[in-house]
């Protein structure tokens, strides 16, 4: 199962120094200490993040993929505002509920859940804004992850994601996850001001943390096996450098939409 491997991959994460090392120093040195995150995001994109949310007043945020809980517990933090996690992975969402905290919001400490992303134990209009970081190209159908995601926010309410598109979306060299039209999916939904931006430096920052992957010592991967994935994707990724871009997505629910 899917959701298995992603449980496997959390566990051997957060057993590995050298996995967190990756993702935090090689990646971007000036990551909020302690984040870890398992993900490429980069405190450029976090910023970036936060900035789109603090267009409107967030009480409740809701953070779609949000793996060990590191950038959903800073954002909440910096938002002053109530959290929760959902996760496809038990572990994941174990790992976030030991870590919530790590970066305390006046609000409270948040809570983590496993679930589908597409099946949100959430009720409709029940929250302010959504995030995903990292994880929406990780859904089976983005349009209908975005369209969950569109009944649990409140009108008004403000979705955030940053992830990966094809340069090409006909270019068939890329994953179909990755050629996806955000924007058109978006639209589908009801979600309008609907704003794309590419940041170039993010994806700079993934080329050099897959270029000291694929050079870490043999001996140093070993059985590990955090690392062997982690090497393999980074041979794909280098594969296909220039194929995608890294993107923030941030779109609006309408203040009428009943949806």
């Given at each position: 199962?899917?959701?298995?491997l992603?449980?496997?991959?959390?566990?051997?994460?957060?057993?590995?120094?050298?996995?967190?090392?990756?993702?935090?120093?090689v990646?971007?040195?000036?990551?909020?200490?302690?984040?870890?995150?398992?993900?490429?995001?980069?405190?450029?994109?976090?910023?970036?993040?936060?900035t789109a949310l603090r267009?409107?007043?967030?009480?409740?945020?809701?953070?779609?993929?949000?793996?060990?809980?590191g950038?959903?517990l800073?954002?909440?933090?910096?938002?002053?505002?109530?959290?929760?996690?959902?996760?496809?992975?038990?572990?994941?969402?174990?790992?976030?509920n030991?870590?919530?905290?790590?970066?305390?919001?006046?609000?409270?400490?948040?809570?983590?859940?496993?679930a589908?992303?597409?099946?949100?134990?959430?009720?409709?209009?029940?929250?302010?804004?959504?995030?995903?970081?990292d994880?929406l190209?990780?859904?089976?159908?983005?349009?209908?992850?975005?369209?969950?995601?569109?009944?649990?926010?409140?009108?008004?309410?403000?979705?955030?994601?940053?992830?990966?598109?094809?340069?090409?979306?006909?270019?068939?060299?890329?994953?179909?996850?990755?050629?996806v039209?955000?924007?058109r999916?978006?639209?589908?939904?009801?979600?309008?001001?609907?704003?794309?931006?590419?940041?170039?430096?993010?994806?700079?920052?993934?080329?050099?943390?897959?270029?000291t992957?694929?050079?870490?010592d043999?001996?140093?991967?070993g059985?590990?096996?955090?690392?062997?994935?982690?090497v393999?994707e980074?041979?794909?990724?280098?594969?296909?450098?220039g194929?995608?871009?890294?993107?923030?997505?941030?779109?609006s629910?309408?203040?009428?939409?009943?949806?």
């Amino acid at each position: 199962m899917i959701a298995d491997l992603y449980d496997d991959a959390y566990a051997s994460f957060a057993c590995s120094p050298t996995a967190r090392h990756l993702f935090g120093p090689v990646l971007d040195s000036a990551l909020p200490a302690g984040l870890e995150p398992y993900s490429f995001v980069t405190s450029e994109m976090l910023a970036l993040v936060r900035t789109a949310l603090r267009e409107i007043h967030v009480d409740m945020l809701v953070d779609l993929g949000c793996g060990r809980g590191g950038p959903g517990l800073w954002l909440a933090r910096e938002l002053s505002c109530a959290l929760v996690g959902v996760d496809r992975s038990r572990v994941a969402a174990v790992e976030a509920n030991s870590r919530r905290s790590l970066f305390p919001s006046p609000a409270g400490l948040g809570s983590f859940v496993q679930a589908d992303m597409q099946a949100l134990p959430i009720r409709s209009a029940s929250v302010d804004a959504v995030v995903s970081i990292d994880a929406l190209q990780t859904s089976e159908t983005a349009e209908l992850t975005m369209g969950e995601i569109s009944r649990i926010l409140r009108p008004g309410g403000r979705f955030v994601a940053t992830t990966w598109q094809a340069v090409d979306l006909t270019d068939h060299r890329v994953a179909p996850r990755l050629r996806v039209d955000f924007q058109r999916s978006a639209t589908a939904v009801g979600f309008d001001k609907v704003r794309i931006r590419e940041v170039q430096t993010a994806h700079e920052a993934e080329m050099e943390l897959a270029r000291t992957a694929v050079a870490l010592d043999p001996r140093l991967v070993g059985e590990e096996l955090i690392l062997q994935r982690i090497v393999s994707e980074a041979v794909e990724t280098l594969t296909h450098a220039g194929l995608t871009r890294r993107i923030i997505l941030a779109a609006s629910k309408p203040k009428c939409c009943s949806r």
